[in-house]
C-alpha cells in the first residue's frame, strides 16, 4: 500500500545527486537533474545505483560490484522469505532494543529503518505513530511490504544504505537494528546514515558484541566462527537444512537446561551465565531463523562495548550511550 505518489515526490531523491523526481510514468520515477530512471515494482519503488541494480533487479550485466554485499543481501532475502512470521514477541524485543525510548516516542516522527528485513520493527514503529521509510538493499523488501501494509503510515524502499535516496538531514530519527555488523565497512555505513538525520535528531543501531571475561561464550563463539569458514559457501538451502538440527542442540544444550535452571533458586545466577537463553522467550522457529542467520551471512563484525562508543564519539554525537543487550545499543543525539 505504501505512503502514495505525492509522498514518495516530497520524500524521495535521486540517491546519485539529490535531484527531485517526478513520475515517468505509473511505474517509474525520473531524476529531473540527472535523468536516471528508477521503477516501482509490487508498489516498491527500487532506488538502486549501478551496478547493484544489474546485479539484483537484472537489469543488464553487473561490473564492479562488491560480490560480498550483494551476496549478504541475497543471504537475507532468502532468510526472510521463509520467516516472514510476525510473533507477538517481536513488539517487546523491539521494545528492548529501542531503550530508552518507550512507544510514545515514535507519535509524529519522521523515521528510517535502515536494514528492514522482514519489516517486522518498521511495522511497530509505525504502528506507534511514526512515519516510516524501511530501506533494504535485497529482496526482503518484498517480505517487509506485506508486514508493513495493515499499518497505515509505513513505505518500503529497496536501496543501498550507503546511497539512501531521500534528502539530507530529513528524519527525526534512523534506527539500524542487527545490520550494520554485516556490512565491509559498518561504521563508515553509519557515518553516512548520520547525513540524513536532523540537526538534534536522534540514532539508535544493534550491534554483535565480541565476549570479554565469558569463557564459556568466546569457545562456542569462535566454534561458530571455525565453522562459518565453511556455511557461508554452501548454497541457501543447505545452510537453510543445517539451522535445523543447529536450533535443536540450543535448544537441548542452553535453552531448556535454562529454563529449567530459572525455576530453581540455587541454580538462577548460574542459568544467567548460560548462552542462547535470549530464546527462552521466543517461538523455536526463531531459533532456527537466527541460525541461519549466523551461519550464512557473509560478513559478521563483533565489538566491544568501548568500540562502540568510540564510534559514537568519533561521530561527534551528544549524549553517547551504550547498552547490553545480548549485544551493544547504542544512541546519540545529532
Known amino acids: 500500500m505504501g505512503l502514495g505518489k505525492d509522498k514518495l515526490l516530497e520524500t524521495l531523491r535521486c540517491p546519485s545527486c539529490r535531484g527531485v523526481l517526478s513520475f515517468k510514468a505509473n511505474d517509474e520515477l525520473l531524476c529531473g537533474a540527472c535523468s536516471v530512471t528508477f521503477p516501482i515494482v509490487d508498489g516498491i519503488p527500487r532506488m538502486l545505483l ?49 531503550q530508552p525510548h518507550a512507544a510514545e516516542f515514535f507519535r509524529g516522527k519522521k523515521v528510517l529503518d535502515a536494514g ?10 509505525t504502528k506507534y505513530g511514526a512515519e516510516v521509510w524501511a530501506i533494504d538493499l535485497g529482496p526482503a523488501v ?35 537494528i542487527g545490520v550494520l555488523h554485516h556490512l565491509p565497512d559498518p561504521e563508515e555505513a553509519f557515518k553516512n546514515l548520520l547525513r540524513f538525520l536532523k540537526p538534534d535528531g536522534e540514532v539508535q ?13 568466546s569457545v562456542l563463539l569462535s566454534s561458530v566462527s571455525a565453522a562459518r569458514q565453511v556455511t557461508t559457501r554452501l548454497p541457501h538451502s ?76 568519533r561521530a561527534g554525537l551528544k549524549s553517547p550511550q551504550v547498552a547490553e543487550n545480548f549485544g551493544w545499543v547504542a544512541t546519540g543525539r545529532k
Open 116 to 125: 528492514c528485513g522482514n519489516g517486522r520493527f518498521a511495522h511497530y514503529a
Open 50 to 98: 549501478s551496478p547493484f541494480r544489474e546485479a539484483l533487479l537484472g537489469n543488464g550485466s553487473a561490473t564492479g560490484v562488491d560480490a560480498k554485499q550483494v551476496a549478504t543481501a541475497l543471504s537475507f532475502g532468502f532468510e526472510w522469505q521463509r520467516f516472514p512470521e510476525m510473533y507477538d514477541e517481536w513488539e517487546n524485543q523491539f521494545l528492548g532494543y529501542m
Open 142 to 176: 518484498e517480505v517487509a511490504a506485506r508486514n508493513t501494509e495493515s499499518v497505515g503510515q509505513a513505505q518500503v524502499v529497496q536501496a543501498d544504505l550507503h546511497n539512501p535516496p531521500f534528502e539530507l538531514e530529513s528524519f527525526d530519527f534512523i534506527y539500524s
Open 238 to 313: 543447505a545452510v537453510y537444512a543445517l539451522a535445523y538440527p543447529s536450533a535443536v542442540a540450543a535448544f537441548m544444550f542452553f535453552v531448556l537446561p535454562y529454563r529449567v535452571m530459572k525455576q530453581v533458586g540455587p541454580l538462577q545466577e548460574l542459568a544467567e551465565e548460560l548462552p542462547m537463553k535470549q530464546y527462552a522467550s521466543f517461538p523455536f522457529r526463531v531459533c532456527v531463523n537466527d541460525q541461519l542467520d549466523r551461519f550464512s551471512a557473509p560478513i559478521e563484525n563483533r565489538y566491544t562495548r568501548a568500540e562502540v562508543l568510540e564510534w559514537l564519539e
Open 205 to 217: 543501531i544493534y550491534l554483535y558484541w565480541k565476549p570479554e571475561r565469558q569463557p564459556i561464550k
